[in-house]
């Protein structure tokens, strides 16, 4: 069975940066588009970036654009968001998961927590 495993959220300052992985057993990725997503609080879970199975093409929410950086690890299964001068708004668990119709069964998700 496909399990999705999200790590390396955390509680950072406003300005801060942390480094999401992901990573997955059960299935390799290195033929799917991979994304990130998130859901705060009280909201629907939205799309954050993606990144195409090469590596060569990469996709970005405008409110993340310029501040996040989405990369893979096809050797290591692995797909990171790199992500900067965070906001208070980007606080939320967040997701990866390929980009199919269903969706692979989603993780755990990690938590993301940005302090102003």
């Known amino acids: 069975q496909v399990q999705l495993l999200e790590s390396g959220g955390g509680l950072v300052q406003a300005g801060g940066s942390l480094r999401l992985s992901c990573t997955a057993s059960?299935?390799?990725?290195?033929?799917?588009?991979m994304g990130w997503f998130r859901q705060a609080p009280g909201k629907e879970r939205e799309f954050v970036a993606a990144i195409s199975p090469g590596g060569t093409s990469t996709y970005y929410a405008d409110s993340v654009k310029g501040r996040f950086t989405i990369s893979r690890d096809n050797a290591k299964n692995e797909v990171y968001l790199q992500m900067n001068n965070l906001e208070p708004e980007d606080t939320a668990v967040y997701y990866c998961?390929?980009?199919?119709?269903?969706?692979?069964?989603w993780g755990q998700g990690t938590q993301v927590t940005v302090s102003s």
């Open positions: 059960g299935r390799t990725f290195s033929l799917d588009t």
């Open positions: 998961n390929a980009e199919i119709i269903p969706p692979l069964p």
